[in-house]
Nanobody
Framework: VQLQASGGGLVQAGGSLRLSCAAS????????MGWYRQAPGKQRELVAV???????DYSDSVKDRFTISRDNAKNTVYLQMNSLKPEDTAVYYC??????????????WGQGTLVTVSS
């Protein structure tokens, strides 16, 4: 299973970006999917998660600015980021809880995509 994240880049404060993360491989099912981020010198932190049924949860720092969604037909999770702030600058990682014949249920991570917000 591979998770390919894309959509990062440089944006001015107040701007928007949309991240995508597509899972590929011998996938039988995907349960929860999520986005995490890691800023320089800081630990990786949860940004948003979405269950297989579509229930969402957000960190307080991004609530009302970011929206997580998924397209189950495409095995893809999205993160719409609006009203971006310089403190949102980080490498953003996606993950997914995936069912395969070989490994059963396991969590896989994408390679990360850099988001830089200038002031």
């Amino acid at each position: 299973v591979q998770l390919q994240a894309s959509g990062g880049g440089l944006v001015q404060a107040g701007g928007s970006l949309r991240l995508s993360c597509a899972a590929s491989g011998s996938i039988l099912s995907i349960n929860g999917m999520g986005w995490y981020r890691q800023a320089p010198g800081k630990q990786r932190e949860l940004v948003a998660v979405i269950t297989g049924g579509g229930r969402t949860d957000y960190s307080d720092s991004v609530k009302d600015r970011f929206t997580i969604s998924r397209d189950n037909a495409k095995n893809t999770v999205y993160l719409q980021m609006n009203s971006l702030k310089p403190e949102d600058t980080a490498v953003y990682y996606c993950n997914a809880n995936v069912l395969t014949i070989v490994a059963g249920w396991a969590v896989y991570w994408g390679q990360g995509t850099l988001v830089t917000v200038s002031s």
